[in-house]
């Protein structure tokens, strides 16, 4: 029983050595960073796109809602209202108001994805091993 025991702990102890190799050889030796200027310059054109884009969106929101709204839905004071286009009008503001919406999504979009060019291009990982 004894003896058993003995080959027992001889065959565990060579096994946790070599699964301890085979992580230890899986690991990079070193690991270096370094940065890519390209890659940030493109990041940080692209977020500046997207800030650009977000600046027209709000320009024209508030040439939008700056305009008078007896202008923006074509009625003219002394008359009496066309039912047909006070809702025409009203159906092209609505529209208007929905591409801005779709517009500032698309710029916040562009500006987060130059966000994540910049920061990933910052610090790629390259694995160098002695060999």
Do not use: C
Request: glycine residues 10%.
């Amino acid at each position: 029983m004894a003896v058993e025991e003995d080959v027992k702990s001889q065959n565990e102890a060579p096994a946790n050595h070599n699964r301890e190799t085979r992580l230890k050889a899986q690991l990079p030796t070193t690991v270096r960073t370094h940065r890519d200027f390209f890659g940030s310059f493109i990041g940080i054109l692209v977020f500046l796109g997207g800030v650009a884009l977000l600046v027209l969106v709000f320009k024209l929101a508030y040439g939008l809602f700056m305009t008078p709204p007896a202008k923006a839905l074509n009625i003219e004071p002394g008359k009496k209202m066309d039912l047909n286009a006070g809702l025409s009008s009203l159906f092209m503001v609505m529209i208007r108001i929905m591409l801005l919406l779709v517009m500032g999504m698309v710029g916040s979009w562009v500006a987060n994805r130059g966000i994540s060019l910049y920061t990933q291009a910052r610090g790629i990982k390259v694995n160098v091993e002695e060999g």
